[in-house]
């Protein structure tokens, strides 16, 4: 399995021919989006996409209106009120999946981990929030620092949002331990302020004894990827 990052929280990872959309959201643009198209499409074929929750940053109804263009069959997977909002958009067959769901998507084993989204205030209802844990190994919460009821061998860390601390951040790097970490969540973030969240993260990995992985973003030649 390889991978690479698109803006903010967004994901896509190859495996075995087939390509898989995480979180492809609206700080994602629509030429990166369409860049993001055309390499996987090189080489493979777009399996499915997993839309954590309903917020913007998460997932962009011309985002999807463009993956799904490009591949009509391709799954989606994701909470009920966020499917209601694609069907409103003209997707009416988003997957509903909870925690403890499993499904495929091509060459994707997806488990379904959590429920909820972290707090933002108490003002603001709290909403729906699925992780994905994919082909045993890659694990993205979405926006949760809620623990998964496993040791990820790779773990998203959402490493800048309205709903953490840094200190909470590093709490939930501590308390998984993984063997292998990568950032995600940053577009909220300024230079400065991403790199002094990244050296608090890899403080928290060093004491577990984890390494925190550079996840690419896919560049102009289209060919930036890490093996995972």
Same mark, same amino acid.
């Given at each position: 399995?390889?991978?690479?990052?698109?803006?903010?929280?967004?994901? =896509?990872?190859?495996?075995?021919?087939?390509?898989?959309?995480?979180?492809?959201?609206?700080?994602?643009?629509?030429?990166?989006?369409? %860049?993001?198209?055309?390499?996987?499409?090189?080489?493979?074929?777009?399996?499915?996409?997993?839309? @954590?929750?309903?917020?913007?940053?998460?997932?962009?109804?011309?985002?999807?209106?463009?993956?799904?263009?490009?591949?009509?069959?391709?799954?989606?997977?994701?909470?009920?009120? @966020?499917?209601?909002?694609?069907?409103?958009?003209?997707?009416?067959?988003?997957?509903? =999946?909870?925690?403890?769901?499993?499904?495929?998507?091509?060459?994707?084993?997806?488990?379904?981990?959590?429920?909820?989204?972290?707090?933002?205030?108490?003002?603001?209802?709290?909403?729906?929030?699925?992780?994905?844990?994919?082909?045993?190994?890659?694990?993205?919460?979405?926006?949760?620092?809620?623990?998964?009821?496993?040791?990820?061998?790779?773990?998203?860390?959402?490493?800048?949002?309205?709903?953490? @601390?840094?200190?909470?951040?590093?709490?939930?790097?501590? %308390?998984?331990?993984?063997?292998?970490?990568?950032?995600?969540?940053?577009?909220?973030?300024?230079?400065?302020?991403?790199?002094?969240?990244?050296?608090? =993260?890899?403080?928290?990995?060093?004491?577990?004894?984890?390494?925190?992985?550079?996840?690419?973003?896919?560049?102009?030649?289209? @060919?930036?990827?890490?093996?995972?």
């Amino acid at each position: 399995m390889r991978g690479f990052r698109l803006s903010h929280a967004g994901l =896509v990872l190859e495996h075995e021919g087939h390509a898989l959309f995480i979180d492809p959201g609206s700080f994602t643009t629509e030429a990166e989006l369409s %860049a993001a198209i055309d390499a996987v499409s090189a080489e493979s074929t777009i399996a499915g996409v997993v839309i @954590t929750h309903e917020h913007g940053d998460h997932w962009s109804a011309p985002n999807l209106a463009a993956i799904r263009a490009a591949a009509p069959g391709a799954g989606i997977f994701t909470t009920r009120s @966020t499917a209601e909002s694609l069907q409103a958009t003209g997707i009416p067959d988003a997957v509903v =999946v909870h925690e403890g769901d499993a499904a495929e998507a091509g060459g994707f084993e997806l488990d379904f981990y959590g429920h909820r989204h972290e707090v933002l205030h108490a003002s603001i209802p709290v909403i729906d929030n699925i992780g994905v844990r994919v082909n045993g190994s890659l694990a993205y919460g979405g926006d949760s620092l809620a623990r998964p009821p496993f040791r990820a061998d790779v773990l998203g860390v959402p490493i800048g949002s309205p709903w953490s @601390t840094i200190g909470d951040v590093m709490d939930f790097v501590l %308390a998984n331990a993984p063997r292998r970490a990568f950032l995600t969540h940053d577009g909220m973030l300024s230079g400065p302020g991403l790199a002094l969240f990244e050296q608090r =993260v890899r403080e928290a990995l060093a004491t577990t004894g984890g390494e925190l992985l550079a996840f690419p973003r896919l560049g102009d030649a289209g @060919t930036a990827r890490l093996e995972l």
